[in-house]
């Protein structure tokens, strides 16, 4: 299957969602996580809830490393791949596809994380915080990723959700063009996410499993 093809480690032990994650050179990696989104999601019988359980398993199966896609990337501080996958829902860690993270693992991520925070980059710790929020299944800011019972719906798209003022001006510079897409034309979260393009031109770099 799709699945089977996309999850199978080559001799590296990396899979193709993992090489998109580690993709810091050709400035694509948004792109080729979408598409292998879509790849999963058109080859999936159409009962939403297979679709959505395939797609789950290939954004966030862990290798043996106990690294998700989503970690690789903040461990390498690939914000391309980052927002990539935080366009498509997926998550930091999931527990439904790969168990109860480790100890000794979550303890090694906890450090590389607050490594990267202590470098003060707005944009890689909003979407290390959209992430994790994902992973607890809550709903988050659009921009800075706080799980809060005060979000306010874009009143533009009523999508996106901000905690604060200070969060939809931040991000409006992104979302203006989703913003005015939606009222257009009706779209659905999904057609939206799949039209937007991450920001290129990162530090070059190489796969964690290569």
């Known amino acids: ?3 089977d093809a996309i999850l199978e480690k080559d001799s590296q032990g ?16 948004a792109l080729t996580i ?13 009962d939403p809830q ?6 789950r398993r290939v954004l966030n199966t862990a290798d043996d490393a106990h690294f998700s896609p989503p970690m690789a990337a903040i461990a ?19 527990k439904k596809i790969n168990g109860k993270l480790p100890r000794q693992a979550k303890l090694q991520h906890d450090v590389t994380i607050e490594m990267i925070k202590k470098l003060k980059n707005e944009q890689l710790n909003n979407a290390i915080q959209r992430l994790q929020t994902n992973s607890e299944d809550l709903i988050g800011c659009s921009y800075c990723g ?8 874009c009143s533009g798209c009523g999508l996106a959700r901000y905690c ?4 939809q001006t931040k991000s409006w510079k992104k979302h203006k063009y989703v913003c005015k897409a939606k009222a257009k034309v009706n779209l659905t979260q999904t057609d939206l996410a799949s039209s937007i393009n991450a920001p290129r031109g990162l530090e070059k770099g190489g796969c964690l499993g290569c």
């Not at 391309?80 to 829902?89: D, I, K, P």
């Not at 706080?146 to 719906?153: F, K, R």
Request: with cysteine.
């Open 76 to 94: 390498l501080r690939n914000l391309n791949a980052m927002e990539g996958f935080l366009q498509v829902g997926a998550r930091y860690w999931d």
């Open 14 to 29: 990396c899979n193709a969602m993992m090489h998109a994650a580690n993709d810091q050179s050709s400035g694509y990696a």
């Open 1 to 3: 299957s799709v699945v």
């Open 50 to 55: 297979a679709k959505e359980k395939a797609v």
């Open 164 to 167: 604060s003022r200070k969060c």
């Open 146 to 153: 706080v799980a809060t019972d005060e979000l306010q719906l």
């Open 34 to 46: 979408r598409m292998l989104v879509q790849a999963v999601s058109f080859s999936t019988s159409g």
